[in-house]
C-alpha cells in the first residue's frame, strides 16, 4: 500500500505497516528500512520433513515470535515468559537457520527482549506469555534537554501521512504538544516522555480534527481514521521508570482552525491529568 501511495504522488498513511519500495523500484531516492516482527501461535510441533535442518523437525511450537532486521533473524518457540532467549541466524548466508548464533551475542539477547515490547501492542483476543511484562526505557547517551521538538510539514491529504516526502515548513522546540497555529498542515512533535515509576499507565488523547500517538514504535493511538473530532481516544499500556520515545501527529482541517490536540495520562488507574511539561524532552 505504502508503494502505491507514494507511486500516485502522496505519502501513505502513519498507520501503515510497511515502508514504501519506490526508491528501490526506480532507483532513486533513500529506500526507508523495514520493520519486520510477527507473533503467532500453533498448538503443537513443526512437521517432520527431511527438508527441514534436523534441528527444527517435530520441534515444539506454541506461543511463537519473530523479528528481523538486515539478514539477521531472531526466533522463539514455546514461549513461557519474556526472558526466554531468541535463536539467531544470518539467514542469507544460512536460509536453513541451522546455525544458532544466539551464544555469540549475549548483548543481542537483552537488545532483542527489549525491543519486541517496544514494537507490540498487547491484544486481548490473543493473550500472550510476555503481556505483563513492562516496555523498557531507552537507555539515552546523550544529554538531554527539557521540551519537544515541534515540526511542521506542509499535508494536502486528508488522513496523517508520514512524513519522509513531506515538505517540511518549520522546526522549533516547545515545551508542550500544544499549537497556536491556525493553519492547514501537519504538525509533529518528537521526543522522549519521563515516565516517573514502573507501573500501568493510561494515555488519552483527543483533537479538533485528527491525531495520531506512537511510543517507542508501538502505534497507541489511531485518532485518524475514523475518528470524531474531540472524542478522547485511550490506550493503557504496561512502562518501566524512564525516558520512552514518542511522536505525536497533529493534523488541522482548514486554515484558521486549531486542532486543540490533548495528551493526558494517569497512573496505576488514577485520574486522568495533563501531562507536566517537565515530563517532555528532547
Not at 6 to 32: H, T, Y
Amino acid at each position: 500500500m505504502p508503494t502505491f501511495i507514494n507511486a500516485a504522488g502522496q505519502s501513505a498513511p502513519v498507520r501503515c505497516d510497511g515502508v514504501s519500495l519506490l526508491p528501490s523500484l526506480i532507483g532513486k531516492g533513500k529506500q526507508d528500512e523495514s520493520l519486520v516482527y510477527a507473533e503467532y501461535f500453533f498448538s503443537g510441533k513443526s512437521p517432520g520433513y527431511n527438508e527441514f535442518a534436523p534441528a527444527h523437525r517435530n520441534k515444539m511450537r506454541n506461543q511463537m515470535q519473530m523479528l528481523r532486521f538486515g539478514d539477521t533473524v531472531a526466533v522463539r518457540y514455546n514461549i513461557q515468559s519474556s526472558a526466554d532467549d531468541f535463536e539467531i541466524y544470518q539467514i542469507k548466508t544460512d536460509p536453513q537457520q541451522t546455525k544458532n548464533l544466539a551464544s555469540q551475542s549475549p548483548a543481542m539477547q537483552e537488545y532483542l527482549k527489549n525491543r519486541v515490547l517496544q514494537i507490540r501492542m498487547e491484544d486481548s483476543s490473543a493473550a500472550r506469555p510476555y503481556d505483563n511484562s513492562l516496555i523498557p526505557a531507552v537507555t539515552t547517551t546523550a544529554s538531554l534537554q527539557q521540551g519537544l521538538i515541534a515540526n511542521t510539514f506542509a499535508c494536502n491529504t486528508s488522513w496523517i501521512p508520514s512524513t519522509a516526502t513531506l515538505k517540511q515548513l518549520s522546526t522549533k522546540v516547545v515545551s508542550m504538544p500544544t499549537l497556536s497555529e491556525k493553519s492547514q498542515n501537519l504538525f509533529v512533535f518528537d521526543g522522549y516522555i519521563y515516565v516517573p515509576e514502573d507501573g500501568t499507565y493510561t494515555f488519552s488523547l483527543s483533537a479538533g480534527y485528527k491525531a495520531f500517538f506512537k511510543l517507542h514504535d508501538i502505534k497507541a493511538i489511531d485518532a485518524d481514521y475514523g475518528y470524531k473530532s474531540n472524542t478522547a481516544k485511550k490506550v493503557t499500556l504496561k512502562l518501566t521508570k524512564g525516558y520512552h520515545p514518542l511522536s505525536l501527529y497533529s493534523l488541522t482541517e482548514k486554515i484558521g482552525s486549531a486542532s486543540n490536540v490533548k495528551l493526558q495520562w494517569s497512573h496505576n488507574n488514577s485520574s486522568l491529568k495533563d501531562i507536566p511539561a517537565a515530563s517532555f524532552f528532547h
